[in-house]
């Protein structure tokens, strides 16, 4: 089956790149393989990874592991536990455990003769043993889905910094005030003087309340979505030819069904050039402009 999202000439592939595999029930597409295996059990309800400990099963592989890891000592030989917080206790308190340096050594493993005083340090090196991954990068364009710029065409990237600096230097990019459009996004017109609110802004993940099992942090995909999901209610099909993620609203124009989006997510990329003011649709921007500096539009 995957073979088949991946070859089939009927199934919709409007960007040949991002969806080299597309489900074959709905027109969800995806560049890589597990990503679309782990899309076709959310419609079959398999869940392959059990638990083999208790009853638990998932869809997920990396769920399926983080729910339970048996930590057992090999100093004592009589301790056991799936808690890793009991478990750096023990390795703090088991006196069956070989410390050379009761200061160094406040923490040994219960694997190996490996001693620590911190905490996040034994629990780093007991995760080493268990091959557990805990901390997940927070931004998406990191989990395999290569992002390109809507302003030039030619950019893409999967590496954050590189996003940043073409953000930073594309020639491409609306910046009606070189100072405070320093960062432009590079799928809509928002912009920032400062690095770390633009960082948060590209770090957003979003999710449809629909299908519940679409995300993505890329604009373009976003909308194509609203265009295609099955699972939003669309009374007149005319009207409502893209949906919103997050609620019901339905329209038929793109600028602004687009604007509808941007108050979801707090985006204001419409900016006054002459004072601080910002909104999310270009009318109101208009309007400021004419009511408060009408003089200087003279």
């Not at 694997?111 to 007991?126: D, L, P, R, S, V």
């Not at 030039?152 to 953000?167: E, Y």
């Not at 957003?204 to 699972?231: A, W």
């Not at 997050?246 to 602004?256: D, K, M, N």
Request: glycine share 4%; hydrophobic share 30%.
């Amino acid at each position: 089956m995957i073979l088949h999202c991946k070859t089939c000439t009927s199934m919709p592939r409007p960007d040949a790149f991002r969806c080299k595999f597309v489900c074959n029930v709905c027109p969800y597409g995806a560049y890589s393989n597990q990503a679309i295996r782990n899309h076709i059990l959310s419609h079959t309800g398999e869940k392959p990874y059990a638990c083999s400990y208790c009853s638990y099963a998932c869809a997920h592989k990396n769920a399926s592991s983080k729910r339970h890891v048996n930590y057992s000592c090999k100093h004592c030989g009589s301790f056991s536990t799936y808690d890793i917080d009991v478990m750096v206790e023990h390795c703090r308190l088991c006196p069956s455990m070989h410390r050379p340096d009761a200061f160094k050594f406040k923490f040994v493993c219960y694997e190996c003769n490996y001693g620590a005083y911190q905490t996040a340090m034994i629990k780093g090196h007991i995760w080493s043993h268990t091959g557990e991954k805990p901390f997940a990068c927070n931004f998406y364009i990191f989990k395999g889905h290569p992002l390109s710029c809507l302003h030039c065409k030619d950019f893409m990237t999967t590496d954050f910094d590189q996003l940043i600096q073409h953000c930073k230097f594309c020639a491409y990019m609306p910046r009606p005030n070189p100072y405070k459009c320093k960062y432009v996004c590079y799928q809509c017109n928002y912009s920032s003087y400062h690095i770390i609110p633009f960082k948060d802004i590209l770090n957003q993940v979003y999710s449809c309340v629909h299908c519940n099992s679409f995300e993505t942090s890329n604009m373009e995909d976003l909308i194509h979505h609203c265009k295609t999901c099955s699972f939003m209610p669309r009374p007149n099909t005319y009207r409502c030819k893209f949906v919103c993620y997050q609620c019901s609203h339905g329209s038929y124009q793109l600028a602004q069904f687009k604007s509808h989006i941007f108050q979801h997510m707090g985006h204001k990329p419409f900016k006054c050039n002459f004072c601080s003011f910002a909104c999310t649709f270009k009318s109101n921007l208009n309007q400021h402009l004419k009511m408060v500096h009408r003089f200087i539009n003279k």
